[in-house]
């Protein structure tokens, strides 16, 4: 993870003109509130690292969106692992 989150810093540095949209997610055990500051959380966290590393803040948009966008069944320990994720999209 860190490897392509010093890739995508380079990049974003490099070119001032495209952003990141970092999306936090989780999986649906637990009440929606704190799930939803749950996916604020590792979104945020992931945007402090690059902007204490030198991309522009004006570059990062965060979505939270708790657990609205599995990717994978929370029926299952696996699954809901899977879903406890943040993803990144360049623009």
Avoid: C, W
Wanted: glycine letters at 4%; proline letters at 2%.
């Amino acid at each position: 993870m860190f490897d392509y989150l010093k890739s995508l810093k380079r990049y974003l540095r490099a070119n001032p003109d495209r952003t990141v949209v970092i999306s936090g997610h989780t999986d649906n055990v637990g009440n929606r509130r704190t799930n939803e500051m749950l996916s604020e959380a590792r979104a945020r966290k992931i945007r402090r690292y690059l902007v204490d590393t030198g991309v522009k803040r004006n570059q990062i948009e965060l979505e939270f969106l708790a657990y609205d966008s599995p990717t994978d069944t929370n029926d299952t320990s696996e699954g809901r692992r899977n879903n406890r994720r943040v993803e990144l999209r360049v623009r």
